[in-house]
């Protein structure tokens, strides 16, 4: 038997582990989701996007395919692959509409809050079963809002996609019944070489809409089974953009 790790296994074990838990309790987080559910962004959101923005087209070369394809009213569910903390203004930047994010509670440290607060972005505790992340994103969606949500639950950090998504992008789906647009990141993988001044061409396509008939009551199979159709066709949508800017 070959001892030698495969090289996605090389890479993992070189990574510092996650930390899923967040310590502080569910009734922290409560103001938050309060504000997200009652008001959308601010200005901040605008700042913020523009500034994000002329980075990503200056230093990235960030370009899009199928914009259009995000309804111009209306609840829209948006399902980008995850390799980057820039992947959030990726998904954003080539749209008018404002995204509502949901982040991993982690990320609401006293001196970014108020940025993400404004912003319109609310938390989900990761490695629990988080049902305020839902009732917040059902609001906003029942609002006519636009929601974010990673199908992978967290960041891939091989560079790779990951192998199964999580079924809470199709519960999501099918509680609300809103339109589902998948959506390919392919470069941010590689914005972290920043560091080394090597900048990543970075591409975003959004895929036609997916929607699902309404299932309050789905089972988790049923959850998952939504879940894959929607990971499956982002994995579509990623090897195409990688066929086109590799040809």
């Keep these: 038997m070959n001892s030698k790790l495969c090289p996605v296994s090389e890479k993992l074990s070189t990574l510092r582990p996650q930390v899923y838990t967040d310590p502080r309790p569910k009734e922290y987080f409560d103001r938050f989701h309060e504000r997200a559910r009652r008001r959308g962004p601010s200005f901040v959101y605008e700042v913020v996007r523009v500034i994000s923005s002329l980075y990503a087209w200056t230093l990235l070369r960030a370009r899009s395919v199928g914009a259009n394809n995000v309804p111009e009213t209306g609840p829209a569910i948006l399902a980008p692959n995850h390799f980057s903390y820039m992947d959030h203004f990726l998904i954003g930047m080539f749209i008018r509409r404002k995204v509502r994010f949901m982040a991993k509670s982690q990320l609401f440290t006293p001196v970014a809050r108020w940025v993400y607060l404004q912003g319109g972005v609310f938390p989900v505790r990761r490695g629990a079963r988080d049902e305020d992340a839902f009732i917040t994103a059902e609001a906003i969606l029942d609002a006519s809002g636009v929601v974010a949500m990673y199908p992978e639950g967290g960041r891939s950090r091989t560079g790779e996609l990951q192998a199964h998504a999580k079924p809470g992008i199709g519960r999501l789906a099918l509680q609300s019944g809103a339109p589902v ?51 499956a066709e982002i994995r579509s949508l990623y090897a195409r953009l990688g066929q086109r800017v590799g040809g």
Excluded: C, H, M
Aim: net charge positive.
């Design 181 to 231: 647009v998948p959506i390919a990141i392919l470069g941010s993988a590689k914005i972290r070489n920043w560091k080394r001044l090597r900048f990543p061409s970075v591409r975003v396509q959004y895929g036609e809409p997916l929607r699902f008939q309404r299932e309050p009551g789905a089972t988790r199979e049923r959850q998952q089974e939504v879940a894959d159709a929607i990971f």
